[in-house]
């Protein structure tokens, strides 16, 4: 089981109307992925959400993970998630940045994909219909794959066109393109996932066993992928949640104690309407006023919706997430109640005490699957015109006759 941290732009209260405060939770949040690298974390993924106040602020993810990746080493970086519809963008700005950050990040980026967070944020962009990006994102997720493989990509669809051939690039880097993921909330998602071959994103809003089910529709579903949408199959199960781990017992357990700890979770009930929540989910602004008293605290880790206590309680709750099928754990930074201070404390302690019990691999396993790619288009689909070319400029990387400046 891998491990990696979330990161959203969260940034609550009157912080969320002053420059000087998102301005420096945005340092913050870039010093948390930095610190993840050193602390043998193995992924960062980054929101991509628009005009949800307070919930997140990372509306523009790619600069921040180039910035991230050029200050790392080891940590692969993951969109989380890029909303696909053709009316928020056209796709093929969606195939060039993420090929863009294949090579910027040396094969270390993960292509998070999804249809949206909500009404809110999808009205940003004139659409009004939730309901109608689904079939969008279902269109131009497996779309994607042929524009970074063939070199005169043409389409027409349902919800965009390239009417004449066109080569995008850049194409992604090495062998292989980056691994898709899609966030799953629905039922229905996590089995169209394992079809399709691909990655599925999925949230804690329900006790962990709940998601039992749901797992093993996907796994069943891509144990029985023959022909995944990209050039491998990405046969992963990501799951969010909040850690507390720190050294000290009694800390941990007073820093989950904090008042208005859950106020995120009422954000979150508040802008996320195309997923399936809990008629007693708490919807902003009636926040929860905090996790209450020692016991319900105990009540909320046995159940798994938070990780609470010394790396050796930690290493032992997370137990319950290997039962239930999941490959990978990602804690939201910072969960509500955790300083500054105590969030890269609580990194450097979980990377170096437990993440060791669970993951011994050096290497992702994203990379390994990555290895496995296999080209599915022809290079051109239409006839190849034949140009005499005079001659290249001579610091061509690459000359007519094959000779290479490298």
């Known amino acids: 089981m891998e491990f990696g941290v979330f990161l959203n732009g969260y940034l609550p209260g009157p912080a969320s109307r002053d420059t000087d405060a998102e301005h420096l939770m945005l340092e913050r949040e870039i010093e948390y992925a930095v610190k993840a690298d050193l602390s043998n974390w193995k992924y960062a993924w980054f929101g991509e959400h628009h005009s949800l106040t307070e919930y997140s602020h990372m509306s523009a993810p790619e600069p921040v993970m180039g910035y991230v990746a050029a200050r790392t080493s080891r940590i692969h970086i993951?969109?989380?998630?890029?909303?696909?519809?053709?009316?928020?963008?056209?796709?093929?700005?969606?195939?060039?940045?993420?090929?863009?950050?294949?090579?910027?990040?040396?094969n270390r980026f993960e292509w998070g994909t999804g249809?949206?967070?909500?009404s809110h944020e999808m009205a940003s962009f004139n659409i009004l219909d939730k309901d109608s990006t689904k079939p969008e994102?279902?269109?131009?997720?497996?779309?994607?794959?042929?524009?970074?493989?063939?070199?005169?990509?043409?389409?027409?669809?349902?919800?965009?066109?390239?009417?004449?051939?066109?080569?995008?690039?850049?194409?992604?880097?090495?062998k292989g393109h980056p691994p898709i993921?899609?966030?799953?909330?629905?039922?229905?998602?996590f089995t169209q996932a394992g079809q399709m071959g691909i990655g599925a994103i999925a949230f804690n809003f329900e006790p962990v066993f709940g998601l039992k089910g749901r797992i093993d529709s996907y796994k069943e579903g891509i144990a029985n992928c023959t022909d995944p949408i990209g050039q491998f199959l990405n046969d992963n199960v990501m799951l969010t949640n909040a850690v507390i781990c720190l050294a000290d017992r009694d800390r941990a357990r007073q820093a989950a104690l904090r008042h208005c700890r859950g106020y995120l979770y009422s954000l979150v009930c508040l802008y996320h309407d195309t997923m399936p929540k809990p008629d007693y989910a708490p919807v902003?602004?009636?926040?929860?006023?905090?996790?209450g008293d020692e016991e319900n605290l105990d009540r909320l880790?046995?159940?798994?919706w938070l990780l609470c206590g010394t790396p050796e309680e930690v290493a032992e709750q997370l137990e319950r997430y290997q039962q239930v099928g999941c490959d990978q754990v990602v804690f939201g930074l910072p969960s509500d109640s955790l300083e500054h201070e105590e969030v890269l404390e609580m990194l450097e302690i979980f990377g170096s005490k437990v993440i060791p019990e669970f993951d011994a691999d050096p290497v992702h396993r994203t990379t390994r699957m990555r290895a496995e790619a296999k080209p599915k288009y022809p290079t051109f689909g239409f006839p190849v015109p034949d140009l005499a070319v005079p001659g290249l400029p001579t610091n061509a990387l690459i000359q007519m006759d094959g000779t290479r400046k490298m």
């Not at 249809?115 to 909500?118: H, K, L, T």
């Not at 063939?150 to 880097?173: C, L, M, W």
């Not at 993921?181 to 998602?189: E, F, I, L, R, S």
């Open 137 to 174: 994102w279902n269109e131009v997720v497996r779309e994607i794959p042929r524009m970074w493989e063939q070199r005169d990509y043409r389409y027409e669809g349902e919800s965009f066109t390239v009417p004449t051939p066109h080569n995008i690039v850049p194409k992604p880097y090495g």
């Open 78 to 106: 993951g969109t989380g998630i890029n909303s696909l519809s053709p009316r928020k963008e056209h796709p093929v700005r969606y195939a060039e940045r993420a090929a863009m950050m294949d090579h910027l990040t040396n």
């Open 115 to 118: 249809r949206g967070a909500g």
């Open 301 to 304: 880790i046995e159940d798994g």
């Open 181 to 189: 993921w899609v966030a799953c909330g629905n039922p229905g998602t």
């Open 284 to 291: 902003w602004p009636a926040s929860i006023p905090g996790v």
